[in-house]
């Protein structure tokens, strides 16, 4: 689950950059600004984007692992494993370099928290697979469940807080939605409803589990991305002073 709201920050002047080679020059037009307010706030903003999404990660193995159902773009990338020689994982890097060259007609940037999300929560994933033991009963399967959407929503406010660039799946919904012109709901709507059938056809789970998450996943980050925003807003006054 990911989000592309807005979070205000503040901006203060920045001292002229030293010169820069073209590689870099090129990067800083294809990548949305980090718009820093010194070292130490770029430093901290992505060691808080690197935790979110580690633990974005491990909340999946934990949903995977309730062996209740997932969300729909998990039941896609499951599917996708069962057919090609790549974990979970990789499945889910692959699903979300599909989504980045999609991103290119609509004329959408990523941001450095783009391209860390399309690395590493697949990965981080399948280390949570390895760690979280398959569990037995019905209870035991639940309380997994919801830790796992508990988890999932915490991560989320924690990496997208510091505002480094949307995930694969949200920039394209916002993208299609910049587009067609169509309400974010319907986009949404028929995105996962595509993601979820191309699963199911695949193999991938679906379950009680999948419409728990559907309902519950948005109240939940309606929680947590709230109190992540307010902190990053204090920090901005507290920099800039305003």
Do not use: C, K
């Amino acid at each position: 689950m990911e989000w592309n709201g807005p979070v205000t920050t503040g901006r203060q002047e920045q001292p002229p950059h030293p010169p820069t080679s073209g590689a870099v020059h090129a990067a800083r037009r294809l990548l949305l600004p980090i718009d820093a307010l010194g070292p130490r706030d770029t430093a901290a903003r992505v060691a808080q984007l690197l935790v979110g999404l580690a633990l974005y990660g491990m909340a999946l193995a934990m949903l995977i692992r309730a062996d209740l159902g997932v969300g729909p773009w998990d039941v896609f990338s499951l599917g996708l494993a069962v057919h090609l020689p790549m974990s979970y994982g990789m499945a889910t890097i692959a699903v979300s370099a599909l989504v980045l060259l999609i991103w290119i007609p609509l004329r959408q940037r990523p941001g450095i928290g783009t391209l860390l999300n399309a690395v590493l929560v697949g990965p981080s994933a399948d280390v949570g697979l390895l760690l979280i033991p398959e569990v037995d009963g019905l209870w035991a399967q639940v309380l997994l469940l919801a830790g796992g959407m508990v988890l999932l929503a915490f991560a989320t406010g924690l990496y997208i807080a510091p505002q480094l660039g949307p995930g694969p799946r949200d920039g394209l919904m916002t993208g299609l939605v910049r587009i067609t012109g169509w309400r974010v709901w319907i986009v949404r709507t028929l995105i996962e409803g595509t993601v979820l059938l191309l699963g199911w056809l695949l193999g991938g789970p679906v379950g009680v589990g999948t419409v728990v998450f559907a309902f519950g996943i948005g109240p939940l980050i309606g929680i947590f991305l709230p109190l992540f925003a307010r902190r990053r807003e204090a920090t901005v006054t507290r920099l800039t002073g305003r």
